[in-house]
T-cell receptor
Framework: KAGVTQTPRYLIKTRGQQVTLSCSPISGHRSVSWYQQTPGQGLQFLFEYFSETQRNKGNFPGRFSGRQFSNSRSEMNVSTLELGDSALYLC?????????????FGPGTRLTVL | AQRVTQPEKLLSVFKGAPVELKCNYSYSGSPELFWYVQYSRQRLQLLLRHISRESIKGFTADLNKGETSFHLKKPFAQEEDSAMYYCALFTGGGNKLTFGTGTQLKVEL
């Protein structure tokens, strides 16, 4: 099985711009979660989608949004970028919305905001 | 609110020495805990979960609800164990994991 893929792998944007990141889960996985990883804050949960519905949301401002398509692919969008949004954004997929399923992580998208 | 604490940023041990990576959590409900590992230039991946009560690559972890801990242990460290280790708490209601800040394990020869 192909693993979780994320595109693009690297992005450079300037303050005020917006960005869209994409995540393709493992085939058959219906749950996609997004995390932000920074040296200062570590890994922080952004949100999770299951069957095109957002089920969980972390403590991030409304500038961070996401969606999931019928094929389970997911996108996250960050509007009005700030310098502090520079981070590695990871997505993870799991096989169902059930309890305690292993999450499979992608390689991440490295976002740099100048 | 749930919280995971890994007090050590870096743990350096010699090959063959015992390893213990500490993890403490706070959560009012019934916790489910995991250890994830990230080897150099690889993706974050699951190492073990407490409900499985299994040993993976020689590592074990026991959930101690009284001490709210889930420490990761290995009796004899190997060079290939060098990696970043994250303790994570699953709190239900979907796939949300709360991660600790991670401990970099360095096994020296």
């Amino acid at each position: 099985k192909a693993g979780v893929t994320q595109t693009p792998r690297y992005l450079i944007k300037t303050r005020g711009q917006q960005v869209t990141l994409s995540c393709s889960p493992i085939s058959g996985h219906r749950s996609v979660s997004w995390y932000q990883q920074t040296p200062g804050q570590g890994l922080q949960f952004l949100f999770e989608y299951f069957s095109e519905t957002q089920r969980n949301k972390g403590n991030f401002p409304g500038r961070f949004s996401g969606r999931q398509f019928s094929n389970s692919r997911s996108e996250m969008n960050v509007s009005t970028l700030e310098l502090g949004d520079s981070a590695l954004y990871l997505c993870a997929s799991s096989s169902s919305g059930g309890y305690s399923n292993e999450q499979f992580f992608g390689p991440g998208t490295r976002l740099t905001v100048l | 609110a749930q919280r995971v604490t890994q007090p050590e940023k870096l743990l350096s041990v010699f090959k063959g020495a015992p390893v213990e990576l500490k993890c403490n959590y706070s959560y009012s409900g019934s916790p489910e805990l995991f250890w994830y590992v990230q080897y150099s230039r690889q993706r974050l991946q699951l190492l073990l979960r407490h409900i499985s009560r299994e040993s993976i690559k020689g590592f074990t972890a026991d959930l101690n609800k009284g001490e709210t801990s889930f420490h990761l242990k290995k009796p004899f460290a190997q060079e290939e164990d060098s990696a970043m280790y994250y303790c994570a708490l699953f709190t239900g209601g979907g796939n949300k994991l709360t991660f600790g800040t991670g401990t970099q394990l360095k096994v020296e020869l």
